[in-house]
């Protein structure tokens, strides 16, 4: 079976600092892979998703960026975080074009 | 810009009763619909996904969708204090990308 993990599953930072969330999945191959975001009390919002290795398709331009180095793997990055990157981070994979997101356990990211 | 609309509620049903959640979505070319399930400070749990106008059940869960009318529905009978949670309805308008709603958040009151 198919299995998704997602860490740190919590993080504080300073602003200004790096980030680098990583996401693996298993038991599945050149799945779709994507990054949400949802802020508190609010909708979950799509940064990136990806369809291949090296296929990156970015939805909102902002200090973040995604990466996906191997077939089963993807990672989020930034250089300087803000304080209005705070929220709670979500990996999820999808099989195929129309096939459902699975999330991962999430990651819940406190700038300060 | 593609919308998914949901009441945010909360919305409040008793233990054994049927709890009805809708959804409105802008885009007319939509072809794929799915409901998923939060609980708080968890990730998304999918619970359904309809493709086709009609219904689709699955246990107590039953899907609705009416394409003409842009709307899909998740019913949930016998409801129980284990489904409160928020329901989040998403909306797949390009093969690679869901949008979702802001969900409805469900009590179920003993």
């Known amino acids: 079976s198919q299995t998704i993990h997602q860490w740190p599953a919590t993080l504080v930072q300073p602003v200004g600092s790096p980030l680098s969330l990583e996401c693996t999945v298993e038991g599945t191959s050149n799945p779709n892979l994507y990054w949400y975001r949802q802020a508190a009390g609010r909708g979950l919002q799509l940064l990136f998703y990806?369809?291949?290795?090296?296929?990156i398709s970015s939805e909102v331009p902002q200090n973040l960026s995604a990466s996906r180095p191997q077939d089963r793997q993807f990672i989020l990055s930034s250089k300087k975080l803000l304080l209005s990157d705070s929220g709670f981070y979500l990996c999820?994979?999808?099989?195929?074009?129309?096939?459902?997101?699975?999330f991962g356990n999430g990651t819940r990211l406190t700038v300060t | 810009q593609k919308e998914v609309e949901q009441n945010s509620g909360p919305l409040s049903v008793p233990e054994g009763a049927i709890a009805s959640l809708n959804c409105t979505y802008s885009?007319?070319?939509?072809?794929?619909f799915f409901w998923y399930r939060q609980y708080s400070g968890k990730s998304p749990e999918l619970i359904m996904f309809?493709?086709?106008?009609g219904d689709k059940e699955d246990g107590r869960f039953t899907a609705q969708l009416n394409k003409a009318s842009q709307y899909v529905s998740l019913l949930i009978r016998d409801s129980q204090p284990s489904d409160s949670a928020t329901y989040l309805c998403?909306?797949?308008?390009?093969?690679?990308?869901?949008?979702f709603g802001t969900g409805t958040r469900l009590q179920v009151t003993l």
């Open positions: 990806s369809v291949g290795i090296g296929q």
């Open positions: 998403a909306v797949r308008w390009t093969a690679s990308k869901l949008t």
């Open positions: 885009d007319r070319g939509s072809q794929s």
């Open positions: 999820a994979w999808s099989s195929g074009t129309d096939s459902p997101l699975h």
């Open positions: 309809i493709y086709s106008n």
